[in-house]
């Protein structure tokens, strides 16, 4: 045996290049099974390690696929939303063009036609079968004139009222409180530096449409212009030659129309202070007027016995006939209708198309005086609620009469009294139709045929209230 591989046997190294290559050889096998723990420790770190970063790569990436999820289902859940919103906006839709129909039908239809009745001037609300009879303790009365009431008129906000009387003085009152606001005093003939007013029985007066002018006219012929909200005097207008018996400004304008005792019908602008025009037909004293927003006016003829209607454009007129008796007040209801009462008792219904009353009452306020020799009560004022039918007659029967104007103003029927002594020489109704006003007098607007002794001179506010509707049938 070799001593090389006696050495091999004891483990020794051996000598020289053999044992060089041997160490190397052990060396590189070392270094191959440190390299295989090194490998498995290294492949461990690396498994660790891509275990590691794929579960760091992985969870990104889960939850962007989670969000990615979630944005779906959002997107869904939006899609499903929007949906359910659309089908319940159409749904809403539907609800609201249902409604709107229903009410275009029941309202705006409603509106609209009764828009084109006011403007044909056919306009008649229903609204007398609601009034209920006013109750006599309710009635408010207004004392501070000496002699009998001639005339009133109510402001257009119906916050005030204006009276005249023959003792030659206007008052301003508030409906509210029912005290005097202003008084316009007497002014004596030939009296100069004092206020001006009225020297003698103030027979008519009217107001315009906004409230601004007041007007009134006298038995000295004169038409006093007045500043209504501090009845101040601005104007004294003259022409006519007898008593100015009726007032009316034209709605909406400052355009005023009045008659006279001397027959004539005359056109005044009073904004600019000016006169426009005289027309002439009545065959006697005229008694009244009346205007609303055309531009013509109706008038009562007193004894001629008609009623005329002037269109001032075509300086024409129309000339109805129906009462027996002197024509001494007259109202219109709308622009096609009007209301008059004579001293033969009777009450008219008038349309402006035809000649003749559409609907007489006679006898309106009863008969008087001993058996067989019963004569009516004359009827000296009308009212009318514009555009209604509701209708007011006054007379000297103790009572104020409250009307209702049937289908097509060709009926009348008598809905209530309301008890007032005196001679109701004036009667207006409010703008809201809330309440009557009444100017009573111990004798008649126009003369001294009675004195009623136990009546007041006064100006008397008659409530009216309405009657509950009932309730439609559904509701």
Not at 210 to 227: H, M, V
Not at 290 to 309: K, Q, W
Not at 429 to 449: K, T
Request: net charge neutral; with cysteine.
């Amino acid at each position: 045996m070799s001593a090389t591989g006696a050495a091999r046997k004891r483990g020794k190294p051996a000598s020289g290049a053999g044992a060089g290559a041997g160490a190397s050889k052990l060396r590189r096998k070392g270094d191959s099974s440190g390299d295989k723990g090194k490998s498995k420790g290294g492949g461990k770190m690396n498994e660790e390690i891509s275990s590691d970063s794929e579960s760091e790569s992985l969870v990104p990436r889960r939850n962007e696929e989670e969000e990615e999820e979630e944005l779906e289902e959002t997107a869904q859940e939006k899609k499903l939303r929007l949906a359910k919103l659309y089908l319940e906006q159409l749904k809403q839709q539907e609800e609201e063009k249902a409604e709107a129909r229903e009410f275009e039908e029941d309202q705006v239809a409603g509106r609209l036609k009764e828009d084109v009745l006011e403007q044909r001037g056919r306009l008649q609300k229903s609204v007398a079968k609601e009034i209920q009879a006013p109750d006599p303790a309710d009635i408010r009365i207004l004392r501070g004139h000496q002699l009998s009431i001639t005339c009133l008129v109510i402001t257009p906000d119906d916050l005030a009222i204006f009276s005249a009387a023959k003792d030659c003085t206007i008052i301003k009152w508030s409906v509210e409180s029912g005290r005097k606001l202003h008084v316009i005093p007497r002014a004596k003939k030939g009296a100069e530096g004092q206020p001006s007013g009225h020297s003698s029985h103030v027979l008519c007066m009217a107001i315009s449409s906004d409230g601004k002018y007041l007007a009134s006219g006298d038995r000295s012929k004169l038409i006093l212009i007045w500043e209504a909200q501090s009845c101040q005097h601005l104007y004294t207008f003259t022409g006519h030659r007898d008593a100015v018996s009726g007032l009316a400004f034209r709605r909406g304008t400052h355009q005023l129309y009045s008659t006279s005792h001397d027959r004539s019908v005359k056109v005044w602008n009073v904004a600019e202070n000016s006169y426009v025009e005289t027309l002439f037909g009545h065959q006697d004293a005229v008694a009244a007027l009346d205007a609303l927003s055309r531009e013509c006016c109706v008038t009562a003829g007193g004894r001629d016995g008609t009623v005329r209607v002037w269109k001032i454009p075509e300086e024409s007129q129309l000339v109805f006939y129906g009462h027996q008796g002197s024509i001494d007040s007259i109202q219109l209801i709308n622009e096609e209708h009007m209301v008059s009462g004579a001293d033969d008792g009777s009450v008219a219904l008038w349309g402006l198309s035809k000649k003749r009353p559409l609907a007489l009452q006679r006898e309106a306020h009863g008969l008087r005086g001993e058996l067989g020799l019963e004569q009516p009560f004359w009827v000296s004022s009308v009212a009318a609620l514009l555009n209604t039918d509701l209708v007011a007659t006054g007379s000297h029967s103790s009572s104020v009469r409250l009307w209702q104007c049937g289908e097509g103003f060709r009926q009348l029927d008598l809905l209530c009294d309301i008890p007032l002594v005196g001679f109701i020489n004036s009667l207006k109704f409010s703008s809201a139709g809330d309440f009557l006003v009444a100017g009573v007098g111990q004798e008649h607007r126009l003369g001294r045929w009675w004195r009623i002794k136990e009546a007041r001179n006064s100006v008397c506010i008659i409530p009216l209230h309405r009657a509950p509707r009932p309730p439609a049938a559904g509701s």
